[in-house]
């Protein structure tokens, strides 16, 4: 046997050991973007209002995190950390962007499983929710969409409990006066 023969099979064995490990984290991954894309890309779409935006958000949302999935795979609230990394992509967006909108000649379809309601009604709330602050947007998708009680919201959006309180019922008054009362008969 030549010299050294022992030590390259053992290097063999470890890129083994470490291709199964990739493989079964890649798995890991994968079950996890199964299970959490569909309500990422809501979301965004909620905080954004334009379905290409919502998925590019979504996908960085997805990379960051792949990026770190051997640390935050195990004991760490992969749903949570997700929102948490989707709203903090949604507030640089809207740094950068600093408020300008992209109109459109046709409305983006909208997507199975959608919210109830009639699809002028949605439409209506998605302009009522598009007229308030990104900051007290992402309080209502995450409190009301989401059903989120208000110390995870705040957590999420880095506030204060108060903080999500008062924003959340100044942004639902805000609504309210805009959508007038025949809104609230349909």
């Given amino acids: 046997m030549a010299p050294g023969g022992a030590g390259i099979r053992a290097l063999g ?39 290409h935006l919502a998925q590019d958000l979504t996908q960085h949302t997805l990379a960051k995190m792949y990026s770190v999935w051997e640390r935050i795979r195990s004991g760490t609230n992969l749903d949570a950390y997700s929102r948490r990394v989707l709203m903090n992509l949604v507030f640089d967006q809207y740094r950068r962007r600093s408020g300008s909108e992209i109109v459109v000649a046709e409305l983006p379809d909208q997507p199975d499983g959608a919210a109830g309601g009639t699809p002028e009604l949605r439409m209506d709330l998605a302009d009522a929710l598009a ?39 100044r942004a639902l008054g805000r609504i309210r ?8 008969a349909r």
């Fill in 131 to 169: 007229s308030l602050a990104v900051e007290d947007r992402a309080i209502l998708v995450l409190r009301h969409a989401e059903d989120h009680s208000v110390e995870t919201v705040a957590a999420i959006v880095g506030v204060s409990v108060s903080a999500v309180k008062m924003r959340n019922a």
């Fill in 13 to 51: 064995g470890w890129g083994r050991a470490r291709r199964r490990a990739r493989t079964v984290r890649d798995e890991e991954f994968t079950a996890f973007v199964e299970s959490a894309g569909t309500r990422l890309r809501h979301n965004a779409y909620l905080m954004c209002r334009d379905w």
């Fill in 177 to 184: 006066a805009l959508l007038g009362e025949d809104f609230l």
